[in-house]
C-alpha cells in the first residue's frame, strides 16, 4: 500500500447493446454495422501541485486529456491500510484538489493556445478567458 504505486492506467471497453440499431440494420441492410462501445479509463489519484509536475502529474493529466468525459470517484472511507498522500480522509479537500488541477492545467493550456493566436490575421478577434476561484471571466 504505496501512494503512486498504480502508474498505467487500466482500460476497459464495453458493448453498448441498442435494439435500435438492430431494427435499423435490418431495415437499411448497410454493408457494415458499426456498435457503440464505451470505453472506460481508470486513471490513478491526482495530487496537489499536478498542473506543475508534483506527484504523476503530467502522466496523469495526458492521459485524462485524451478522453471525452470525466466520472470523479473519490475515496470516501477512512482506515489506517489504506495510505493517502494528504495524510487523511476529506472528500470535499479532495475533489477540490481534482478541480483545482484540471483548471490550472486547461488554463495553462489556453495561454499557449492564446500565446500562439497572438500571430492572428488583422480583423479576427479572439476570447480572452481568465479563471479566478470559482469564477470565469470572459472578455473580447
Wanted: with cysteine; glycine share 8%.
Amino acid at each position: 500500500n504505496y501512494p503512486f504505486c498504480t502508474i498505467d492506467p487500466a482500460v476497459s471497453r464495453v458493448l453498448v447493446k441498442d435494439e435500435r440499431l438492430d431494427a435499423l440494420d435490418e431495415y437499411y441492410k448497410p454493408k457494415a454495422k458499426k456498435e457503440a462501445f464505451l470505453t472506460v479509463t481508470d486513471i490513478a489519484g491526482l495530487v496537489k501541485g499536478a498542473s506543475k509536475g508534483e506527484g504523476l502529474g503530467n502522466a496523469f493529466l495526458s492521459t485524462i486529456s485524451s478522453v471525452d468525459g470525466i466520472f470523479h470517484v473519490v475515496r470516501g472511507f477512512g482506515g489506517s491500510k489504506i495510505a493517502h498522500v494528504e495524510g487523511g480522509m476529506d472528500v470535499l479537500r479532495d475533489v477540490q484538489i481534482i478541480e483545482d488541477e484540471l483548471r490550472f492545467k486547461d488554463q495553462d493550456l489556453l495561454e499557449k493556445l492564446l500565446s500562439q493566436s497572438s500571430r492572428k490575421p488583422k480583423g479576427e478577434s479572439i476570447a480572452v478567458i481568465s479563471y479566478t476561484h470559482n469564477k470565469t471571466n470572459m472578455r473580447y
